[in-house]
C-alpha cells in the first residue's frame, strides 16, 4: 500500500493507482472529461490537472501513477489557473447555444463551465464549423459541440469490439468520424450517446421531445435480454421518452443494448 496526501487528507492506495482514482477514494471531485473508469487513460482534455508536490508543471491526475509519500493539491491556485485555461481553451471553438442544444440540463461542460469558465472570451475570431456525420438511424450529430475526448471512440474499440468510429486530422482540425463514411452498426452504439459529455452525439429518437428536468424516473429492468439489464425508465405526461441503464457492476455496469434501449418507440 502506498501513502499519498490529496488536498491535506491522508489514505492509503494500491501501488498503480492513479491520481484521480486515488482521488475518487477520498471523496475529492476532479474535473474531467476524457476520463471513464471503464475505458482506456486517453488525458487527452487535460481538464483534469493538478499540481503535484515537486513538479515543474501540473499533471493531469488520470493519467499519473500514485507515488509513495506523493502530495497532490487539487484545487490550490496552481491547479484552479491550469483547468480554467484548458476550459477557455475548450469553449473557443464550442458553440455557447445551450438554451437550443439537446444536451442542455446534463451537459458536463456546462456544468463545469459555470465553476471553471469566464464570463467573457478573449477569442474574437471566427469559431470552426464540424460538418454532421451520418451515424445511422439511432443517433444524431452536431459535430461542432464536439470537444475530441474520444470517449466514444474508445468505447466502440474496446467494449463494443468493433472499430467503427476514429478521429481524423489534427489540433484545431480534428474530427471524430466512422470508417470509410459507414454507419454504426454496432448493437451497442446507443452507449456512445451516455459517454458524450456534450451535445455532439444524442438519442435521435429523444431529440427534441423534451428536456431532462421534465422527466419522471422510474427503476426498471429489461424485458428483452435474458440477464434482466438495469433501466431508469425516464416518462412525461405518461408517455416513456428515454430508457437509459442504470449502473450495476454485476450485470450490465453502464451499458445497454440498443433493442433494450429503443425499443420503447414501438409502446407510442
Known amino acids: 500500500m502506498l501513502e499519498i496526501e490529496i488536498d491535506g487528507k491522508a489514505l492509503q492506495v494500491n501501488e498503480g493507482c492513479t491520481v484521480m482514482e486515488a482521488a475518487n477514494l477520498a471523496g475529492v471531485y476532479i474535473p474531467h472529461f476524457c476520463y471513464h473508469r471503464k475505458l482506456s487513460i486517453a488525458a487527452n482534455c487535460r481538464m483534469c490537472l493538478v499540481q503535484v508536490e515537486k513538479a515543474p508543471k501540473a499533471l493531469p491526475a488520470c493519467a499519473t501513477p500514485v507515488t509513495d509519500g506523493m502530495k497532490v493539491w487539487t484545487h490550490s491556485e496552481s491547479a484552479l489557473k491550469a483547468q480554467k485555461a484548458v476550459m477557455e481553451f475548450l469553449l ?17 461542460l456546462q456544468d463545469l463551465s459555470v465553476g471553471y469558465g469566464c464570463g467573457q472570451s478573449r477569442y474574437g475570431e471566427e469559431k470552426r464549423v464540424v460538418f454532421n456525420k451520418d451515424l445511422g438511424p439511432l443517433v444524431s450529430t ?9 470517449r466514444c471512440v474508445r468505447f466502440m ?10 478521429q481524423a486530422y489534427r489540433g484545431e482540425h ?6 470509410l463514411g459507414r454507419t454504426l452498426d454496432s448493437e451497442l452504439s446507443g452507449n456512445v450517446i451516455d459517454l ?3 451535445g455532439a452525439l444524442t438519442s435521435r429518437p429523444f431529440r ?3 428536456r431532462t428536468w421534465e422527466l419522471s424516473r422510474r427503476r426498471s429492468v429489461s424485458p428483452h435480454d435474458g440477464v434482466g439489464a438495469n433501466l431508469i425508465v425516464q416518462t412525461r405526461f405518461d408517455r416513456v421518452k428515454r430508457v437509459l441503464p442504470l449502473e450495476y457492476e454485476a450485470l450490465n455496469v453502464f451499458w445497454l443494448s440498443d433493442k433494450v434501449r429503443f425499443s420503447f418507440v414501438a409502446l407510442n
Open 92 to 108: 473557443i471553438n464550442h458553440p455557447l447555444d445551450c438554451p437550443i442544444c439537446d444536451q442542455g440540463g446534463e451537459c458536463q
Open 196 to 198: 458524450c459529455p456534450v
Open 157 to 166: 474499440q474496446e467494449i463494443a469490439g468493433d472499430m467503427e468510429l476514429g
Open 208 to 210: 427534441f421531445s423534451s
Open 142 to 150: 452536431d459535430m461542432t459541440r464536439c470537444i475530441n475526448c474520444t
Open 174 to 179: 480534428a474530427e471524430i468520424m466512422p470508417f
